[in-house]
């Protein structure tokens, strides 16, 4: 092989090996308040099987490793409020686990109501399903309660499918204060949080 194409080689391989030195990994960030909406997989069996008709969900394994996956690190006094369906909830309660954090409570009960302003009611396996929780969990001390007058009640209208109240975020604030906060699996961006999402444009 002639010496200047050998010499093309090495310079290729030293600039290919420059640029994988110079890639950083994302750093990692910490959090004191984590919001999350994961897109649930269903069993079509729960009745609750039209989810994956209308937008991307993921398996339960994938939402268990997504905090590691994305660099997303619970500080060691932190919060989760983490949403889940009736017929999910041990499945929220393992990645609740995963996630480093210890069950609580429900936060909020949202009560949804169709466009005459009256109980919505759905498709389920035994009753006519209608509420979602969204579950409180702690690490460590979790954070200090600074307003207890905040109803675990939410009534709204249904909005698009999967879609939660928009004043859960600003309930949260008033909750716990405005400290370091994430939207995980967020569908838009939102003032003051760091949002992960693929809807988030």
Same mark, same amino acid.
């Given at each position: 092989?002639?010496?200047? =194409?050998?010499?093309?080689?090495?310079?290729i391989?030293?600039e290919?090996?420059? +640029?994988?030195? $110079? %890639? /950083?990994?994302?750093?990692?960030?910490y959090?004191?308040i984590?919001?999350?909406?994961?897109?649930?997989?269903?069993?079509?069996?729960?009745?609750?099987?039209?989810?994956?008709e209308?937008?991307s969900?993921?398996?339960l394994?994938?939402i268990?490793?997504y905090?590691?996956?994305?660099?997303?690190v619970?500080k060691?006094?932190?919060i989760?409020?983490?949403?889940?369906t009736f017929?999910?909830?041990?499945?929220?309660?393992?990645?609740? =686990?995963?996630?480093g954090?210890?069950?609580?409570t429900?936060?909020?009960?949202? +009560?949804?109501? $169709? %466009? /005459?302003?009256k109980?919505?009611f759905?498709i389920?396996?035994?009753?006519k399903?209608?509420?979602?929780?969204?579950?409180?969990?702690?690490?460590?001390?979790?954070?200090?309660?600074?307003?207890?007058?905040?109803?675990?009640i939410?009534?709204?209208?249904?909005?698009k499918?999967?879609?939660?109240?928009?004043?859960?975020?600003?309930?949260?604030v008033?909750?716990?204060?405005?400290?370091k906060?994430a939207?995980?699996?967020?569908r838009?961006?939102?003032?003051?949080?760091d949002?992960y999402?693929?809807e988030?444009?």
């Amino acid at each position: 092989m002639p010496i200047n =194409k050998i010499y093309d080689r090495i310079k290729i391989r030293e600039e290919i090996e420059k +640029i994988e030195k $110079d %890639k /950083k990994e994302p750093e990692q960030k910490y959090f004191e308040i984590i919001y999350a909406d994961p897109p649930w997989s269903y069993n079509r069996n729960v009745g609750e099987g039209i989810a994956s008709e209308e937008y991307s969900t993921m398996e339960l394994e994938d939402i268990k490793y997504y905090l590691s996956e994305n660099k997303i690190v619970p500080k060691d006094n932190s919060i989760l409020f983490l949403w889940i369906t009736f017929p999910l909830l041990k499945e929220g309660l393992e990645v609740m =686990k995963s996630w480093g954090f210890e069950y609580k409570t429900c936060g909020f009960n949202w +009560i949804k109501l $169709d %466009k /005459k302003g009256k109980p919505f009611f759905g498709i389920g396996h035994y009753t006519k399903s209608n509420s979602e929780l969204c579950l409180i969990g702690t690490k460590g001390k979790g954070l200090r309660i600074l307003d207890n007058t905040i109803s675990q009640i939410v009534m709204t209208k249904k909005d698009k499918h999967s879609k939660k109240p928009d004043n859960i975020p600003e309930l949260i604030v008033k909750l716990v204060g405005d400290r370091k906060k994430a939207d995980l699996f967020a569908r838009k961006e939102r003032k003051g949080w760091d949002v992960y999402g693929d809807e988030v444009k």
